[in-house]
């Protein structure tokens, strides 16, 4: 029943931009509540943007002004829009809803993630 489906990863140069989507199915979620997480080789997962309860955005300090989370409700596709990347942006991003995660111990539903490889 639940389904996360990340795409639209790649190499880019450092500077450069690309455009994530997430297809998320389930009753457990709603699009207005989904995130974006990235998780870099030996480091932690980290949130870095997510759509609030106030039908606001949050964002990592690293990603402030560079990364900007959307949505389509008629397609129930979220987007994470990653412009002047930096090789620091190197991670594979996955979609989720902070909500369940937050709320229920046992959920541990990821998709397949996105490889995102900023160079220079």
């Known amino acids: 029943q639940v389904q996360l489906v990340e795409s639209g990863g790649g190499l880019v140069q450092a500077g450069g931009s690309l455009r994530l989507s997430c297809a998320a199915s389930?009753?457990?979620?709603?699009?207005?509540?989904m995130g974006w997480y990235r998780q870099a080789p030996g480091k932690q997962r980290e949130l870095v943007a997510t759509?609030?309860?106030?039908?606001?955005?949050d964002y990592a300090d690293s990603v402030k002004g560079r990364f900007t989370i959307s949505r389509d409700n008629a397609k129930n596709t979220v987007y994470l829009q990653m412009n002047r990347l930096k090789p620091e942006d190197t991670a594979v991003y996955y979609c989720n809803s902070p909500r369940a995660i937050a709320a229920i111990p046992e959920y541990d539903y990821w998709g397949q993630g996105t490889q995102v490889t900023v160079s220079s």
């Open positions: 759509f609030t309860s106030v039908a606001s955005t």
């Open positions: 389930g009753s457990i979620f709603s699009i207005d509540a």
